[in-house]
C-alpha cells in the first residue's frame, strides 16, 4: 500500500493549487508523489539519478498518469508557475531523461519512476537550476450527489528539482514586517534574496505577553528563488482568544539551504512587532 506525506502542486484546469493548503481536493484527487521537492548539488559533467514514486492512494479507481517535464518557478506570493520546459533561463529540462512515460496504477499501489540527470560540460550560469516532473491524468467532474457530470478536468502533480551549481550563494534579507491594520493577527514579511541559489526559511513567530511569557506559536516556511523577491503572509494563531493588552512578536527564522556556509543553517534577522489586543 503506497502513503503519500506532501504534494508540492496540483493543477486542476488552469488553477495551480498548493498542494499543503488544499489536502481535501488532493486527496480525492488519490494520487500522490514522493519527494514533492528534491534539491540537489551538482557540477559540470556530472551524471545523478532519483527515484519519484507515484501513488495511488485510492481504494476503488484504476488511475493512469502520462509523465512530462515542465520548467518551474514561484511568483512574488510564493505561488507555483508552471512554463514549457526550456522556456526559462535556469531551465535544467535539457539535462533530464526519465522512464517510464507513463503509468497505470491500480488501487493503493505506486510505482517508481527513475531520473536521470546529466549535467553539461559547460554551463554559463553558476547557482540554482530548475525543472519539475509532472504526472498528468484526465479525470471526470463529479456532481453534488457524486455522480459524473460528463466535464473531464485535467490534473498534474510535480515534483520540484532544485539543482545547485556550487560555488553559489543564498542571500535572502528580510527588509519589511509588518501588521496588516485590517485583518488582526496577519503579519506581512517582504523578503528578498540577493544570491544565485535558493533560500528555504524555515522557523517560528512567538506571541509573547506583556512579561515575556510565549502565548502562541505559529511556525514558519517559506522559499524564495534566486534573485527573486517574494511577499510572506503569516497568520498568527489563536490571536482571537487573546485577553485584551499588549503583546510582543518575535521571530526566530533560520535559513536553511546555505551553499556558501557548507549547508549550515543560517539566522536571519528579523525586527520584532508590538501588538495590541483590543
Known amino acids: 500500500m503506497f502513503y503519500f506525506r506532501s504534494l508540492s502542486a496540483l493543477l486542476c ?22 519527494p514533492s521537492t528534491v534539491e540537489m548539488t551538482i557540477k559540470p559533467g556530472d551524471r545523478q539519478r532519483q527515484v519519484v514514486t507515484v501513488g495511488n ?23 507555483l508557475i508552471l512554463d514549457a520546459p526550456g522556456d526559462t533561463d535556469r531551465s535544467a ?18 510505482q517508481d519512476i527513475t531520473v536521470e540527470i546529466a549535467a553539461p560540460y ?21 456532481d453534488e450527489r457524486g455522480e459524473v457530470s460528463g466535464v473531464w478536468n485535467r490534473y498534474q502533480l ?17 527588509t519589511s514586517v509588518a501588521l496588516n491594520s485590517e485583518k488582526p493577527g496577519l503579519v506581512t514579511m517582504e523578503i528578498k534574496n540577493d544570491g544565485d541559489a535558493h533560500a528555504r526559511l524555515q522557523g517560528t513567530a512567538f506571541l509573547k ?25 503569516i497568520a498568527l ?3 482571537a482568544e487573546l485577553e ?25 534577522p528579523v525586527e520584532t512587532l508590538d501588538y495590541v489586543a483590543n
Open 122 to 142: 559547460k554551463i554559463e550560469n553558476k547557482g540554482d537550476h530548475r525543472f519539475a516532473l509532472l504526472a498528468t491524468t484526465m479525470l471526470p467532474e463529479l
Open 57 to 79: 492512494v485510492h481504494k476503488t479507481k484504476t488511475i493512469s498518469l502520462t509523465m512530462g517535464l515542465a520548467d518551474w518557478s514561484l511568483d512574488e506570493n510564493g505561488k
Open 209 to 233: 505577553d506583556s512579561a515575556g511569557d510565549v502565548v502562541t506559536e505559529t511556525p514558519l516556511s517559506a522559499v524564495v528563488l534566486d534573485g527573486g523577491k517574494r511577499t510572506y503572509n
Open 158 to 174: 510535480a515534483s520540484l528539482f532544485y539543482l545547485t551549481l556550487t560555488p553559489s550563494k543564498s542571500l535572502p534579507e528580510v
Open 13 to 34: 484546469g488552469t488553477a495551480l493549487i498548493a498542494a499543503a493548503a488544499y489536502a481535501p481536493l488532493v486527496n480525492a484527487f488519490g494520487v500522490g508523489v514522493q
Open 244 to 268: 485584551s493588552g499588549k503583546y510582543t512578536i518575535d521571530f526566530d527564522l533560520n535559513n536553511t539551504f546555505v551553499p556558501q556556509n557548507k549547508f549550515r543553517s543560517t539566522d536571519i
Open 93 to 110: 529540462a535539457e539535462w533530464v531523461r526519465f522512464s517510464p512515460a507513463s503509468v497505470t496504477l491500480k488501487p493503493e499501489t505506486s
Open 237 to 239: 494563531k489563536d490571536v
